[in-house]
């Protein structure tokens, strides 16, 4: 075992916060890659929703995990049980926003924006700035830079609904 990993553990330092962060990064990348092959069928949900949801599964997961961490010494609270209420209590906000008008989802991207936020929050109650600091300029960069290219892919490569 590593010598400093005791100290790693008993803190939410800044070194774990950098590694939280970076999955933050893999997991709005990685969701970016699927939500492509979406946007390129021509689905509804396409890269920016992806992105979204991804970054804010990986989001709650990484708050939940640094704040046990902060919160160890008090075995009578749990921080995930507080995560996954907030993450419950979103979902029924973001499904009220993704109504549909005939077969056309509206507001999908703005309901996984919704829960990214949520997530954000989170982070920055538990006090973990930078990761939050992090998840906001990821979805901020997803929702406004990515527009046009998902929109350039999406003429270039589109197909027809089978």
Same mark, same amino acid.
């Given at each position: $075992?590593?010598?400093?990993? *005791?100290?790693?553990?008993?803190?939410?330092?800044?070194?774990?916060?950098?590694?939280?962060?970076?999955?933050?990064?893999?997991?709005?990348?990685? %969701? %970016?890659?699927? !939500?492509?092959?979406?946007?390129? &069928?021509?689905?509804? &949900?396409?890269?920016?929703?992806?992105?979204?949801?991804?970054?804010?599964?990986?989001?709650?997961?990484?708050?939940?995990?640094?704040?046990?961490?902060?919160? =160890?010494?008090? *075995? =009578?609270?749990?921080?995930?049980?507080? &995560?996954? =209420?907030?993450?419950?209590?979103?979902?029924?906000?973001?499904? @009220?926003?993704?109504?549909?008008? @005939?077969?056309q989802p509206i507001e999908l991207t703005t309901a996984? %924006?919704?829960?990214?936020?949520?997530?954000?929050? $989170?982070?920055? !109650?538990? !006090?973990?700035?930078?990761?939050?600091?992090?998840? $906001?300029?990821? &979805?901020?960069?997803?929702?406004?830079?990515?527009?046009?290219?998902?929109?350039?892919?999406?003429?270039?490569?589109?197909?027809?609904?089978?």
């Amino acid at each position: $075992m590593h010598e400093n990993l *005791p100290y790693l553990l008993q803190s939410s330092g800044l070194f774990l916060q950098v590694v939280a962060a970076t999955r933050l990064l893999v997991a709005a990348v990685l %969701g %970016g890659l699927l !939500g492509l092959e979406r946007s390129i &069928a021509g689905k509804h &949900a396409g890269m920016r929703t992806y992105i979204l949801v991804s970054l804010g599964s990986a989001l709650f997961v990484v708050v939940g995990t640094l704040a046990s961490f902060q919160l =160890s010494g008090f *075995p =009578s609270l749990n921080p995930l049980q507080i &995560a996954a =209420s907030i993450v419950i209590g979103i979902g029924f906000i973001g499904s @009220g926003l993704a109504v549909f008008r @005939g077969e056309q989802p509206i507001e999908l991207t703005t309901a996984s %924006g919704i829960w990214v936020a949520a997530g954000i929050g $989170m982070a920055c !109650g538990y !006090g973990f700035f930078i990761v939050g600091f992090v998840a $906001m300029l990821l &979805a901020i960069l997803t929702l406004s830079l990515l527009i046009p290219v998902e929109n350039s892919i999406r003429s270039r490569f589109r197909r027809e609904n089978p």
